[in-house]
């Protein structure tokens, strides 16, 4: 007895140190992870933040007082939202401790090759913060803070890239009645910078309108996909279907009239595609009645860059504004143009770029989170808190910058950095309304857009979310944030009064001018294209 009493004590001494060391080397690990991160945040601030601060111009409406005259002017367009509900703090502290879980294993689990280890890897590591959560947020923050363009692609576009994780994704989407992936031909040679530069259109490539089912049928980097979603049934067939001759023009049956929504997704220029952002698509969708949602895809960096991914937009925007009649059989009665993130600052383009180029502008624009300032020599207080950001953090968006600017100055570049767009140009946009999320390091942006928009006397409203993260669109969805639901339902009341507006404007306009084959929608096109010659 007395042998194994001292050989147990013996074992049990034994434990004692090796869980003391193991103990020491993980705080000792944590410590070095701690200051790796502040030597980057200090970095970033150094290199990023500090020029900048230092040449603000004072006047700016973020530096004055909530009682000078700009903000007054502001006063009843933009509001504020403080609480959805009681339970906002307790669901946004579960979401973060969850985003802090999800990165710190994707840290680990996205290096590993094959899908299915990756998922698999992804799993365990889960469970094992879970069990761990001490060490969850400094790995998070780790991974944030260092990550390659490859891992923060991959992170982002995981619901895509991985099939597994997209199967669960897409078994809790919303049913819809039509749901359908189209391919469409490039009908316009590629945009370049000259392009872009010079106000006028591209010249046609003089290929066959004809969209396809499958993109095997067209050649490769020729094509856009767009996702279509309705809550009203369509009838749309493929050239490819019963028809002997695919490069005949194809006449659809008729669809009625409808009004288009036109989607650009985000996703730092890096990830993300129209599936990726379908779960509140398809809630718009069930909530706008007659209404037709188009969601673009592009080509993402950084293998391809700016103009490349603009002009992919662009030539999807186009080919909907010219084929939609004869291609799906759909009578465009309102056009709206929406984008989320990096997805807005390409709808700012591409509405600038129909603007230079008299092609048919949307109604409407709605604007969430939109990154509208691609320049660091700009700066704006909001940007700080990528200090600290789960999402955004410094390091994310000097990678989504450096890999998507590949030619132009988003210093001068309004293509870039839609919030130098000249006063000549913004005063002809169309109604545009913008959503911003309080805890959002690109949220500022939006506010000096807003500003402008108000100088120069425009239909222009903001609503922040002011205790929300960036993506709050995104984050309404199973193990999201469930408060996140508010925001995409305001935003389709938004684009519901956008379309009402749009309605009583063609109702008091006179068609005693009316030219032959020329529907109401055309005819507002042309008085205001008149108009804006007459006013030349």
Request: hydrophobic share 35%; with cysteine; charged share 20%.
């Amino acid at each position: 007895l007395l042998f194994f009493f001292f050989s147990s004590r013996r074992r049990h001494t034994r434990c004692r140190e090796v869980s003391w060391a193991r103990r020491c080397v993980q705080e000792t690990a944590n410590i070095q992870n701690q200051i790796s991160i502040l030597i980057l945040q200090l970095n970033s601030l150094a290199q990023n933040v500090l020029e900048g601060a230092m040449k603000a111009d004072p006047n700016d409406i973020f530096y004055q007082h909530s009682d000078s005259e700009d903000w007054q002017r502001l006063k009843g367009h933009y509001s504020i939202v403080e609480n959805v509900s009681v339970s906002f703090d307790t669901e946004y502290q579960k979401w973060e401790q969850g985003m802090q879980r999800l990165e710190a294993s994707c840290n680990y689990s996205l290096k590993k090759e094959g899908d299915f280890s990756s998922f698999l890897s992804t799993g365990f590591n889960m469970i094992y913060y879970n069990l761990f959560s001490c060490n969850a947020k400094e790995q998070g923050k780790l991974f944030i803070s260092m990550s390659q363009v490859n891992l923060l692609a991959k992170f982002w576009g995981m619901m895509d890239m991985n099939p597994y994780v997209k199967y669960l994704y897409t078994r809790a989407l919303p049913t819809v009645n039509y749901h359908k992936v189209i391919f469409i031909p490039k009908l316009l040679h590629n945009l370049t910078i000259e392009d872009l530069s010079r106000r006028r259109m591209a010249s046609k490539v003089g290929v066959c309108p004809n969209f396809q089912f499958n993109k095997l049928e067209l050649a490769k980097g020729q094509y856009v996909k767009i996702r279509i979603i309705s809550e009203t049934p369509l009838r749309l067939e493929s050239p490819s279907e019963n028809r002997k001759n695919k490069n005949s023009v194809l006449r659809q049956p008729d669809n009625g009239e409808k009004t288009i929504l036109i989607h650009v997704h985000g996703g730092g220029f890096l990830a993300g595609t129209s599936g990726t952002h379908q779960h509140f698509l398809r809630k718009w969708a069930k909530k706008i009645p007659d209404c037709v949602i188009m969601s673009i895809d592009y080509r993402h960096a950084p293998e391809f860059g700016h103009p490349a991914v603009l002009d992919d937009v662009w030539q999807g925007y186009y080919w909907i504004i010219t084929q939609c009649k004869a291609q799906l059989g759909i009578q465009p009665k309102t056009i709206l143009i929406a984008g989320d993130s990096a997805g807005g600052n390409l709808v700012m383009g591409v509405v600038l770029r129909a603007l230079h180029t008299n092609v048919r502008m949307p109604n409407g624009i709605l604007l969430g989170y939109a990154a509208l300032n691609l320049s660091l020599k700009y700066f704006v207080p909001s940007i700080l808190l990528a200090l600290d950001d789960y999402l955004l953090g410094f390091n994310c968006l000097m990678i989504c910058l450096n890999s998507y600017v590949k030619e132009g100055d988003p210093s001068t570049d309004p293509y870039l950095s839609p919030v130098l767009i000249n006063d000549e140009d913004l005063a002809q946009f169309p109604p545009i309304r913008l959503v911003v999320s309080g805890r959002d390091p690109l949220r500022d942006q939006s506010y000096k857009m807003f500003d402008r928009l108000m100088k120069l006397g425009k239909d222009v409203y903001l609503k922040e979310y002011k205790k929300f993260p960036h993506g709050i669109w995104s984050h309404d969805m199973p193990y999201g944030i469930q408060e996140c639901k508010y925001s995409v339902t305001d935003a389709a009341a938004w684009m519901k009064e956008l379309i009402s507006k749009h309605e009583n404007n063609l109702n008091s306009v006179s068609y005693t001018h009316l030219r032959a084959h020329e529907t109401r929608e055309d005819l507002v096109c042309r008085l205001l294209l008149e108009k804006k010659k007459n006013n030349k």
